[in-house]
Nanobody, 125 residues
Framework: QVQLVESGGGLVQAGGSLKLSCAAS????????MGWFRQAPGKEREFVAA????????DYADSVRGRFTISRDNAKNTMYLQMNSLKPEDTAVYYC??????????????????WGQGTQVTVSS
C-alpha cells in the first residue's frame, strides 16, 4: 500500500550534521503520520521523531530535541530528518515509518504499519 525508502546516511564526525530523506510511494503521502526510529547494535529500536500529515505538529525524543528537526514535503512525497550537533551515541540504523492513524502521533513502533529498509548513520568521536 505504501513503500518507504531511506537515504542520506553516512559517516560524520561528532558535532557535524547529516540530513536523512524518506521517499514514499503507493498511497497519498499526506494521509499518513510519519515517524523516525533508530536501532543501535544490541539495543532495541527507539523512537526519534514524528510528524502529523501536514507537518504542523511534531514530537521528539528527549535525547534529540533541539538537535534534530523532522519535516516533510508532501508535494514530493518525502520526509526529512535534519540532524545537527551529532554525537557518537546517535550512531544507529535509522528507519522511517508510516501510520495510517493520521490524527495521532505515536512513539510506539507497533503503531506504524509501513517501514523502510533503514540507513546507517555513524558518528565518530
Amino acid at each position: 500500500q505504501v513503500q518507504l525508502v531511506e537515504s542520506g546516511g553516512g559517516l560524520v564526525q561528532a558535532g557535524g550534521s547529516l540530513k536523512l530523506s524518506c521517499a514514499a510511494s503507493g498511497r497519498p503521502f499526506n494521509s499518513y503520520a510519519m515517524g523516525w526510529f533508530r536501532q543501535a547494535p544490541g539495543k532495541e529500536r527507539e523512537f526519534v521523531a514524528a510528524s502529523t500529515p501536514s507537518g504542523s505538529t511534531t514530537d521528539y525524543a528527549d535525547s534529540v530535541r533541539g538537535r534534530f528537526t523532522i519535516s516533510r514535503d508532501n508535494a514530493k512525497n518525502t520526509m526529512y530528518l535534519q540532524m545537527n550537533s551529532l554525537k557518537p551515541e546517535d550512531t544507529a540504523v535509522y528507519y522511517c515509518a508510516a501510520s495510517p492513524r493520521s490524527r495521532y502521533l505515536f512513539r510506539n513502533s507497533k503503531e506504524y504499519d509501513y517501514w523502510g529498509q533503514g540507513t546507517q548513520v555513524t558518528v565518530s568521536s
